[in-house]
């Protein structure tokens, strides 16, 4: 079991490429990066609880289904006062952007206060941890929430998985430095970019190239804050409808990078939470480390066919696009 | 030019008579007890103008063009800091009653301050001001700010329409009866039930039939706090998809009540807004009581007829039906 | 194989109860009132042939198409120059009725010529011919077309059924009252009501109650024209949502009328075709006055419960609403 | 726990009153009587678990999600060879009928064979077990099973909830009556129509009046059978838009009448669950006869307001529908 | 008029490029290879008949009204026992395959028994009749059936084109190969690519590129089974959303390759029915080999822009295209 | 305020690339050259005004209504007898082109009378004038009223803006070239390609290259007709999907190019206009030409990833596209 701690959001997106300004319908589906990833999970057979805060009325009610549907375990969620997070999508099409509008203040997550998550209880039976930066973001008490759990996670020999996922719209660059610096102690696998491992973590690579620089980025991170594994996505957009996506992992001894998948998108939302649950899954399988991060890479590219926050798709056919020669055949 | 002052809502329902469980999009649209009527007064040909304070995102802009798209002036209207207002509907059915959710705290309408409106300004050339209780219930300083806004009516004879509207919901019993008594004394007409002038004016009406008991709190009403006249819908919901509407007037001199309307129901919402709205038509028009009240009690019927919040009907649709001996037929 | 001869129109209408000022897509469904009677004979399992004239573009294609899926034969539809007649429908609901605007003019069957239509060889096998007054009111070459179609039944033998369905929008009460009476010497069986035998057959019926008028009427047609049968539907309008329809058939001998029904209204355009459709149903099958009424009273009630412009339904459902207890049992 | 068994199929119905023959897309909804009756106590509140065999596809894993989107308990469903059955829905409207299609032959759950399920294992800690008459009607071998299942539940005290629900198209008279006579000593309560009753159970009601002749009718099941409680639904079908449904229950005492609902009707498939899992909520609720009887006769009126296959409501939804003077009025 | 005999399928597919476990509801097309062939026809302008055997109830019904709005002649289709067969279509995207879902044993045209298709009566007329090796590998009757309409064609002399597609799923290779066999030497213009060629024929071609071994292996299979004519589409997948499609044709005498087409990917199913059809009407113009094969790969490539199973296309938008330099211009 | 004059089309296209023959609904957006250079401009911030004449009827109201929504002024707008023309589009996908559909004859734009327009009052105020060479193509009285619009502007000093855009469909070749010649003297920019330049005008470019060429018809038109400076957009159309656009302009010294945006395309209608709206909206912010440009190319580029006839987009939308590196970036 899998528990992935963080807020679930309603998102509303007008139906196919409409901007909002056009729209008089809104297409929803619930998720948040750590739901992403449970669900991910679920779909390649791996149990996942999702642990969060919903509020006590019908859209809260509606968003338990939605978790509940794709197989995660939701017996762990609270509920209580506060609204549902939600967030505005336009996708973008051709050359236009997509563009995210965040209404997530004041949610029933955001509420979330110390002592209401029994981490001992909620994390028995675990095999692993997965929060992003996302989350201690979102309220004063939050980064102790999570420091919490993961002292249960250091207990219990649970490895912890963070994305840190930096949003400078939620927090200064200072006080997310100051947290993520003092949660990375109890993180296993800690998937960064470049730019934020300096922000956040003071951590700047040095060589000639990139893939030279992030692993000099990972071996220090290794040795100041004890991470035993970084990891990375990696995007080229060369237009909302056609992006380049491959993963990189430094797993404490060598760098290793996957193949590159030229994606044409469907639903770009999600792809580093279905990378974020194939490094998961590969991990608790057993699999070695470029067996991981292939699926892994799959995962995030395959995200960009499925619509919604999360991807849909079974383990072997993640599988099948990470040994694939490039052919997309039709099966009967 | 009638003002309306009061906050827009983004309207969000499931498709159909489905339930919010079990919705996986929702209809969008805006909407407002006083916007709601200024569309209304558009349609009957009158122009209006909307004063609100909207979010200065896309969000905003999508409900400035739908306010627009209906002929309402929206050059009065302020963007600033603050959400948009959010409202789920899930309309009722058969037996299964109608169901709101209200998300609307923390708005950029409930964010009004004082001295943000410029009353003098905006109220130039009107021909009435309109507001609902709903408006003074958002905020600490809206109260002071509608009172502003009667003051410059008071000093310029524009008359104002205001229906109570009392929500226990955004405010308590006896904040709402101060307000309302303290702003009533700039108002000309004023809709109320029986119910909310005994709870928040303490008037009580007598006698031994409704008509008796309403005739007889209006008369207290005027004599109280100098209201020239009251008005009301009456509604009996025998189902979700029919109810029997009507309205009663009372002038200064005599008690009118409207034909009844037995009214299958498309969407229930705003039914109130097009009463006022008629009541402001009938009087701006000089139309005697009568007519108004007739013209008033059908807009609030042929609301439940159209989609959305406000009432999509031109002046000789309503008069038509209100002089209409009960079929309806097809127009050619 | 019954002949339909007259205009198909593109109808367009808002999706669900929404007004045309809504609207952001039209439902398109393609009618006539001689189409709606030839494809409601279809279902009913009686051949039949459109005869009409349509644009030679895509959109004339589609209409083709649309005809051909209900099983009508279209080898007999001419095409060429002029446009595809369009309307537009606004469904009424509640106490809103519904409208219709027609943009019809310059129609590529309004260009129908003299000589056109081969009627020796259209007409070869037929069993009936249906018009309406909606045809010979399109042009001034269509009133003698349609009387070259008469005179090729006549000397055949085939009987003419023709609903008047006088529209004033079209043509003036002289001249439509002048062409429908140089008409009338060849038609079997006239569906014409009150009001339009008195405005173009100068026909008035005597005597207290309606069916007594009616029975009146009709022996003055039967007398002055030659018309062998007279009918007609009635309807009672409680609101958009609900009327009461029923028909009247004098068939020279005795005056029927069939049962009421109190039909819920899902659209209720072409409830007079379905009937016209019934007619010529049991009078092709043999059936007696009563039985042919009652069915075609029954097809008219059942349309009402059908989207689009003709009844889309199997003999067996007709006639089983016709001797239905009126429960309504689902069929499983 | 109430433990359902039984087949589960998609249901495939045209949107809004359309016709199959004018349909270019199907609604999906997955149901079945015994999953609707648990997904329906799923929202009262109660656990449910759902026994039933799938398709090892895609659809199978289609209607698994749509299962436990609403909280049921899905770790006892088999998965396996053989189709999924498909169900095509044609609502009613105005006077037509309801028309379902079946397409059920050779599915996964008619498949099922003797000692697939473990109904020691799967009836562990269960507080109720509910199937319907259509269960033992799949296949031969399915008699047999469900007769493992209540000689467990007999064993245990588990107490059986059947809904007699005969389908003279799935097995004959002879056959089911043979069925449902070895059944029924296994059975507390016995939901059967007088028709049925006398049809399968040879059991003849006397007296003048229908809920005279029910009480006899019940008072012999129960002699003959052992059965402790016999319960029904009325319906009387005004239109396919308006039913008037109630309920009766024969408690071992006394014969209850529910009152009458007079039910617009938004999807009429499934009352009859609702008003078995309102039965066995009751029941399990410990509630007395009469409390029973109201509040499943209020799930079954208010499933008429819900699309799909089962009852989407709360207990309180519930409850104050069947505590209700009529009026329906919005929740805010 | 070309004769096409083969099993219709309903297919449902998710809306857009939703997966089939994110549906609520599927989008009905009806097809089959040989009914997608002879509407290519209808819309080329040849005349063309179905031949096959459907489920006497509404979705057989609604079946062939499809077929029917297309223009094929549905006169010599059978109605009777028997289910619809289903087929769902998860629609690819990106990177992720197209996935098929067969449900389509026990269908009525699976029961078609010897005897049951008076083939004199119905290729009277006939200038070509296509089947695909789907046909006879749905019941061990319709090899038999085959090869009485075989032996017909070859006494009237009526060419007969086939395209062999073998399913896997549906028969083994033994008894396809067996059958095939058998029906060969009726078949002027066989449609087989290299593996089947191998699989069932036992030809294998020689030489060192594709082409050569293509020509050796159509030169045996002309030998060997006196076909007259061999062709094949190739395809290469680049993604689930561009392939690039062309064509061969061995015309006897030499082998001729049609020009590349690199298509975006609306709908790929019945590109290779579209590529039959166009080898058909080019054969039954009299065009010359060249003009033929360019035909038929521009009406593959085009099926691509095309939802559903089958081709819409006029004659000239294909030839259009087979002659057009590569731009696409708006059409006015 | 820009006025733009011309006349707008309610334009219905099947839902996503449905083709006509298979549409069952329309899309419904109104458009026209003009109207959408005007709409395009109040995106960009540019008050505009749109003049032009509706029909009296909803469809006129509802394009009203669309109009105003996007925030053009419509107080000039005339409204009267004749109807709304309409035109059919069916949206190209992959290979296959985009189709129209014209149906404008008889509109209320082109019942237009000299006079109607009171060009003294319109003109009040104006910043520029917009027009294309499809309003005087309409009837034979709107050169005359264009003619009457421009003396204004020229008495004025308003600059015009003209985009000749010749469509052979609607007048001919000699028609047009003297009425275009006798309004060019009034025009500031010309936006015209080579071979209308040559056909209408008489004007050839010389030269090796196309720049060379356009710049020599540039000179030219400037010297013969007193335009200032000529414009043009260029297109290179790899498939229905995928185009590559860019501009050019001549500002009476320097040829100027843009860079070129290869883009997919969503809906490419109304590129043109926007690079129209582009051109304007620079010069009247007093952008040199190179910005100029640069900004309309844009502007034509980011048209295609929007639906209907008008850009939406603000003013840093279009610029961040055209100060763009090519990757495209979600927006947070």
């Known amino acids: 079991m899998t528990v992935c701690f963080g807020e679930i959001l309603l998102r509303l997106s007008p139906p196919g490429s409409y901007r909002i300004l056009q729209a008089d319908s809104f297409e929803a589906v619930y998720g948040g990066a750590e739901t992403n990833a449970a669900l991910a999970l679920c779909g390649f057979g791996d149990p996942a609880s999702v642990v969060t805060r919903l509020p006590d009325n019908e859209i809260g009610r509606a968003c338990l289904g939605a978790v509940r549907r794709w197989g995660a375990d939701t017996s762990r969620i609270l509920t209580g006062d506060g609204r549902m997070g939600i967030y505005f999508l336009e996708k973008g099409a051709s050359l236009r952007p997509s563009k995210v509008i965040y209404d997530r203040r004041d949610s029933a997550f955001a509420r979330s206060e110390p ?43 649970i490895p912890v998985f963070c994305d840190v996922n930096y949003r400078p719209t939620l927090w200064s660059t200072e006080r997310a430095g100051e947290v993520m610096r003092s949660l990375a102690r109890g993180i296993d696998t800690l998937i960064v970019n470049e730019e934020h491992a300096a922000l956040l973590f003071g951590v700047t690579g040095e060589g000639g190239d990139q893939e030279a620089r992030l692993e000099s980025a990972a071996r220090r991170l290794a ?39 030229r994606v044409p998108i469907v639903d770009r939302v999600g792809g580093g939470d279905a990378f974020s649950a194939g490094l998961i899954h590969g991990t608790l399988r057993g699999w070695d480390s470029a067996r991981t991060l292939e699926f892994a ?35 009967r």
Chains 1, 2, 3, 4, 5, 6 share one sequence.
């Open 297 to 331: 890479s799959a995962a995030n590219a395959l995200k960009h066919s499925v619509h919604g926050d999360f991807l849909v798709a079974a383990e072997d056919e993640v599988s099948r696009l990470a040994s694939s020669d490039g052919t997309v055949r039709m099966i």
């Open 223 to 261: 040795e100041e804050y004890g991470v035993r594994r970084v990891a990375l996505t990696l995007r080229l957009s060369e237009s909302s409808e056609i992006n380049t996506v491959s993963g990189v992992l430094w797993d404490g001894e060598r760098m290793l990078r996957s193949r590159d998948y």
């Open 115 to 157: 002592g209401m998550y029994d981490w001992e209880s909620i994390l028995r039976g675990a095999d692993a941890f997965f929060f992003t930066g996302i989350t201690p973001a979102l309220s004063d008490a939050l980064p102790g929430i999570v420091g919490d759990a993961l002292a249960v996670c250091r207990s219990r020999g």
